[in-house]
């Protein structure tokens, strides 16, 4: 089983649609959780950054973590074309904070 | 864009060969860390230097090694390349402590695409 599984898509929606993605794990010791998005061809992009439960927002973005379920999530609101990407989710423990454990990436597709 | 620079950006090598590649961390970062990317998969970590030494590894051979320089720019060396090590390398780096958002944050450059035939 790998320590943290993400739903692999491919998930398409209409243009100004709401987006979940979700990550579930296994190691009760991560504590910082970071969602990146990647396009095609390039390096990831940090997008957000959380480190306690609860919600974080920036802009159309929010993080939510649950630890007590072991479960994350970002949803993204009114949805844009631009927003067409691959996202990861990442996750680190406090003894190993820089060491990222990453889920396998969901893809999105907003059309237009 | 982040200011982590890697090269080359592509390379093709045979099986059995050795490769070498760079990678400039962004300005005030210390800590550098490397990623393989497989197709279709996420990232997995091959290790991480800090002040210039090994400071954490994954499950990876030894035939993959690196290097931090004081300038805190670095290298990962692979030798006796296997056709299962055709992917993207990223290399990511992190700011000093007390420094950034979190001490778990880490900005990616824009990867090497190596494949080995």
């Known amino acids: 089983q790998k320590e943290v599984e993400q739903d692999p898509g491919p998930l398409s929606v209409p243009e100004g649609a709401i987006v979940s993605l979700n990550c579930t794990y296994s190691?009760?010791?991560?504590?910082?959780f970071m969602w990146y998005r990647q396009y095609s061809r390039k390096g990831p992009e940090l997008l957000m950054y959380t480190y306690s439960s609860g919600n974080k927002e920036d802009g159309r973005f929010t993080a939510q973590v649950d630890k007590s379920s072991k479960y994350i999530s970002l949803f993204i609101r009114d949805s844009q074309p631009s927003d067409s990407a691959t996202y990861l989710c990442a996750m680190a423990t406090w003894s190993s904070a820089r060491q990222l454990t990453f889920g396998s990436g969901t893809q999105l597709t907003v059309l237009p | 864009e982040t200011g982590v620079t890697q090269s080359p950006t592509h390379l093709i090598k045979t099986r059995g060969q050795q490769v070498t590649l760079r990678c400039s961390s962004q300005?005030?970062?210390?800590?550098v860390s490397w990623y393989q990317q497989a197709l279709g998969q996420g990232p997995q970590f091959i290790f991480q230097?800090?002040?210039?030494?090994?400071?954490g590894r994954g499950n990876f051979p030894p035939r993959f090694s690196g290097l931090q320089f004081p300038n805190y720019s670095s290298e990962l060396n692979v030798n006796a390349l296997e056709l299962d090590d055709s992917a993207l390398y990223l290399c990511a780096s992190s700011p000093a402590l007390g420094q950034g958002e979190g001490i778990a944050e880490a900005f990616f450059g824009q990867g090497t695409r190596l494949t080995v035939v």
């Open positions: 300005s005030g970062h210390n800590t």
């Open positions: 190691n009760s010791a991560f504590q910082y």
């Open positions: 230097y800090y002040r210039e030494e090994e400071n």
